[in-house]
T-cell receptor, first 113, second 111 residues
Framework: EAGVTQFPSHSVIEKGQTVTLRCDPISGHDNLYWYRRVMGKEIKFLLHFVKESKQDESGMPNNRFLAERTGGTYSTLKVQPAELEDSGVYFC???????????FGPGTRLTVL | RKEVEQDPGPFNVPEGATVAFNCTYSNSASQSFFWYRQDCRKEPKLLMSVYSSGNEDGRFTAQLNRASQYISLLIRDSKLSDSATYLCVVSRYSSASKIIFGSGTRLSIRP
C-alpha cells in the first residue's frame, strides 16, 4: 500500500512569491493533517480535514495560508505571499476514520529567500 | 510553557546499553500518548502508542503516569539503528485529531 506522498520535496522561492504544496494521503484515509516544523522548533499542527471539510484550522498562522481538499482526496496548501518566516518543513499526515495513529509523508522543505 | 516537554539530549550511549527518555505534558485532559521516531531529514514514524497499563514492543517499553503527567520510553539492548530523534506526542482526544509534539530527544548509539 502506498504511503502519504507530498510534492514537491523541495521548494526555493523568493519573498512575496506564491507556493503551492500538495499532499496525497493514504487511499481511504478520511483524515488529513498539515503540520510544519520551522528551524529549531518542534513540529506544530496547522490544519485537520475530515474528508473535504476543515475540522480544525486553529494552527493556521495567518490568512496568507490557504488549504483545500476538494473532493476529499488530495490536499493543497498555498502560501501567498510567502514571507521569510514561512521557511521550514511542511508535513502532511493521514489517518483512518476514528483512529488516532497518523502516518506522515516525507515533507516539503520550503525555503523563502 | 510548552505543552509537551522533553530533554533535547543528545544522549550518546554505547551499543547494547539501556537508555530511558522522559517527557512531561501540561494538559491534564490529554487522552492519547505516543512515541514517534524521526531519522535525520525524514518524516516522523509511529514507534508505539502509550497506554496507562504500560506496554512493551520487543526492546521498547513505554509507560504513562497520568497523575504525574509523565511519559517514558525505555530502550533495552540498544542497536546502532536506534540512533534517531524520539518525539513524545500527545493528543487531547481519543479519536482522530491533531497531535502535539515535543521537540524531541536525540539519541546516538556508538559502536
Amino acid at each position: 500500500e502506498a504511503g502519504v506522498t507530498q510534492f514537491p520535496s523541495h521548494s526555493v522561492i523568493e519573498k512575496g512569491q506564491t507556493v503551492t504544496l500538495r499532499c496525497d494521503p493514504i487511499s481511504g484515509h478520511d483524515n488529513l493533517y498539515w503540520y510544519r516544523r520551522v528551524m529549531g522548533k518542534e513540529i506544530k499542527f496547522l490544519l485537520h480535514f475530515v474528508k473535504e471539510s476543515k475540522q480544525d484550522e486553529s494552527g493556521m498562522p495567518n490568512n496568507r495560508f490557504l488549504a483545500e481538499r476538494t473532493g476529499g482526496t488530495y490536499s493543497t496548501l498555498k502560501v501567498q505571499p510567502a514571507e521569510l518566516e514561512d521557511s521550514g518543513v511542511y508535513f502532511c499526515a493521514s489517518s483512518q476514520e476514528g483512529l488516532r495513529e497518523q502516518f506522515f509523508g516525507p515533507g516539503t522543505r520550503l525555503t523563502v529567500l | 510553557r510548552k505543552e509537551v516537554e522533553q530533554d533535547p539530549g543528545p544522549f550518546n550511549v554505547p551499543e547494547g546499553a539501556t537508555v530511558a527518555f522522559n517527557c512531561t505534558y501540561s494538559n491534564s485532559a490529554s487522552q492519547s500518548f505516543f512515541w514517534y521516531r524521526q531519522d535525520c531529514r525524514k518524516e516522523p514514524k509511529l514507534l508505539m502508542s502509550v497506554y496507562s497499563s504500560g506496554n512493551e514492543d520487543g526492546r521498547f517499553t513505554a509507560q504513562l503516569n497520568r497523575a504525574s503527567q509523565y511519559i517514558s520510553l525505555l530502550i533495552r539492548d540498544s542497536k546502532l539503528s536506534d540512533s534517531a530523534t524520539y518525539l513524545c506526542v500527545v493528543s487531547r482526544y481519543s479519536s482522530a485529531s491533531k497531535i502535539i509534539f515535543g521537540s524531541g530527544t536525540r539519541l546516538s548509539i556508538r559502536p
